[in-house]
Structures are given as C-alpha cells and as structure tokens.
C-alpha cells in the first residue's frame, strides 16, 4: 500500500510567490508554468488596463489591495508606483473621522503645488490644472473601476491557487506526464501509472 | 503633466456603454490560468479553457436572466406595488 502524503515543495512556492508560473516552471512544467502566467498576468495587467492605475491602490482601496497582492511583487511595485508618483498630500476633512494629512489621488481641477511648511506636495485647487502640474492621471470610476479592480483581485485569487500548486505536488498524476505532448510520453506515463497501482494492491 | 492625453495602464478605457463584453476576456483569462494547472493531459488544454470560458459566460448569462426574471416578474406579482 501506498502512501498519498504530498511534500511540500518549498522553492517552487517561493518560486511561484515572486512571479505567477515560476513555480511550475521550476519543477519541469513549462508549458503549464507560462499558461498559468499568461493567465494571472492577462488579468493583472487587463485589471490595468481597462481602470487605470488607479484599481491597484493599498490605502484607499485595501480590502481589494488584500486580493491583488497574491500576484506578487509586481502588486506591491505598481502599489508603489502609485502612491509614490500619482498622488500627493493633501489635509484629510474633519467629516471623514480621522483629520490630518494624507496621501490621495487629484481631482481634474486640482494641480499639486509644494508646501513648505509640511515639505509635501498636496492638492489645490487650480484655475487651469492643464498648464501646471496637474493630476498625472484619471482617477476611475464607476464601471471601469469596479471591473478594473475586480479583474486584478481575481488575478491575485488565481495565483493563489497556481502558488498551492506548486507547493504541493500534485495527486492527478500530473507529474507523471509532466509537459509530454507525444503519444509515447503519455503512454510511458500511463505504464508508470499502472504499475505504481499494482504495486500499492 | 496634463490629463487630456489617455495612457495606457495609467487612465481607465472609456467603456462605460460596452462594460458587459468584458467579462469575456474575465472568463477567459480565469480559464487560461486555471486550467494551466487542472488539466491532466495538455493536449487537451485548449479545448478545456474554450469550454469553461464558455461555462462561465454562460452561467453568468443564466443568473442575469434569472435576477431579470425574479425582479421584472416574480416579486411584482408576489408583491404589487400600490397603484400598479
């Protein structure tokens, strides 16, 4: 009889953490690596794509930020990109809970001007944003935003299954067969199945 | 820097009048990646991702026409408005 306990495979895991696919890749599956890549990077970058920058933001969208970090670092990096060049300080309204100054994108009709006394850029009101320095970028709304962002946190949720993938290996038989197209690889693997079967009775 | 120019992966797309035929590359994409790693044997890959994405946009379609249903029909005739 034969045991079923999967190992873990820690370096596909961490492999699989810091790029979607790698992991796969590691361990011999090319082919089911770059697939499983195209996919959570199709819907990362699509997320982008279709609401802007603006879907992949930790501070004022973080519930969503939770889902769209498991595709990794390159979550974090465009996180980064986001705060650190597309936003600026402005104060934060009484009415909101919690006054004090923060980081948030800019209205159309606002421009970032420097404030001496905080050392911070922050928002103004502007009577002509085009000319100066005017928001780098549209902030989304309505449908775009709620499709954009709901595109990368999927991004995030399926990488999260392509990362348990890597790390355990496989019950299906999967490895068996690895990325063998040919007729004579799965019958090998088909040979190796069933012989390990006769073997567990 | 001025707004006016749309960039790409920086602006959101103006497809507020089209925003449903979206959720085919959704699907699409979630069957790429999914099936990246359930499908037992690759040369079948293809035509499982076409099957699923197909599964998905279609029982999507299915709980639109079912929510439609319930809402246009069913709860105005389980409970009418007054004046109806």
């Known amino acids: 009889m034969t045991t079923d306990r999967a190992t873990l495979d820690i370096p596909a895991a961490v492999l699989a953490l810091l790029f979607p696919g790698a992991g796969q890749m590691f361990r011999g599956n090319l082919y089911r690596g770059v697939m499983a890549s195209m996919g959570v990077l199709g819907l990362f970058l699509g997320g982008l794509l279709i609401g802007g920058i603006d879907v992949v933001d930790s501070k004022e969208d973080r519930i969503w930020f ?13 996180d980064a990109l986001h705060q650190n060049r597309f936003k600026a300080w402005a104060q934060v309204p009484a009415v909101t809970g919690r006054p004090g100054w923060d980081t948030r994108s800019g209205y159309p009709n606002e421009t970032r001007t420097w404030n001496d006394e905080r050392a911070r850029y922050e928002w103004v009101a502007a009577a002509n944003p085009a000319a100066t320095d005017a928001p780098p970028n ?3 709304i309505a449908k775009m935003n709620e499709l954009g962002t709901l595109f990368a946190t999927i991004a995030g949720m399926l990488n999260f299954i392509i990362i348990l993938d890597a790390l355990l290996p496989s019950k299906r038989g999967r490895d068996l067969t690895k990325d063998v197209s040919t007729t004579a690889g799965i019958a090998a693997a088909t040979v190796a199945a069933t012989a390990a079967a006769e073997l567990s009775v | ?50 099957t699923f994405t197909i599964q998905i946009v279609g029982g999507i379609i299915l709980l639109g026409i079912g929510a439609y249903v319930l809402i246009a029909f069913a709860i105005p005739s389980l409970a009418p408005m007054p004046g109806s």
């Open chain 1, 66 to 78: 939770y889902g769209e970090a498991l595709v990794g670092p390159l979550a974090f990096g465009v």
């Open chain 1, 138 to 140: 549209k902030k989304s």
């Open chain 2, 1 to 50: 820097m001025s707004t006016l120019a749309y960039t790409p992966f920086i602006d959101p797309i103006a497809a507020h009048e089209y925003w449903f035929a979206l959720l085919i590359p959704l699907a699409f994409f979630i069957a790429v990646g999914y099936k990246a790693v359930r499908t037992v044997d690759m040369r079948t890959y293809w035509r499982q991702v076409l």
